[in-house]
């Protein structure tokens, strides 16, 4: 289980690590939002459910996004866990220059239509009270207490 700050790697080391292992791969930003404008969250029950029957077709998986409310669910069936902790600016970088996500957006242009609106959702990840802050990842990653790693800035 991979989670970090929107923009810290997430998506890369998943496609990475499910094309060298075979893994299932889940991006939960599929499974977490209601389709539409303004984006709003799912359910947290209906999220849960799909969270629950993926994981339940898939013996080996790699789950990746940054929703602590689902990603305790996964925990519990998680074998290692990885944080991904960059820092702000470096989130921020890679949201710039990341590459079309077809699963998420419908053109490029609403991608980069929308990247003033993540940059500033990146900038606040520090203090945010939400299931997708560095307080809600922090408390995920120091409470499981199965094999996991956190990677943080350079240096």
Known sequence: MIFGNSGSGKSTLAN??????GLAHLDLDVIA?????????????????????FMDAWPA???????????????????RLIFLNPGVEACVANAT???FEPHKYATREAQDAN?????????????RADAMSLAAHRRLFDGFTGDKIELGPPG
């Open 61 to 79: 998986w790699v789950i990746e996004g940054c929703y602590a409310d689902l990603l305790a669910l996964a925990a519990q069936r998680c074998t």
């Open 97 to 99: 220059r990341r590459p």
């Open 16 to 21: 990475r690590l499910a094309a060298a292992s």
């Open 115 to 127: 990247l003033e609106v993540l940059i500033a959702w990146i900038r606040d990840y520090e203090t």
């Open 33 to 53: 939002w209601l389709p539409g404008v303004p984006p709003r969250r799912r359910p947290l029950d209906d999220s849960a459910a799909d969270l629950t029957a």
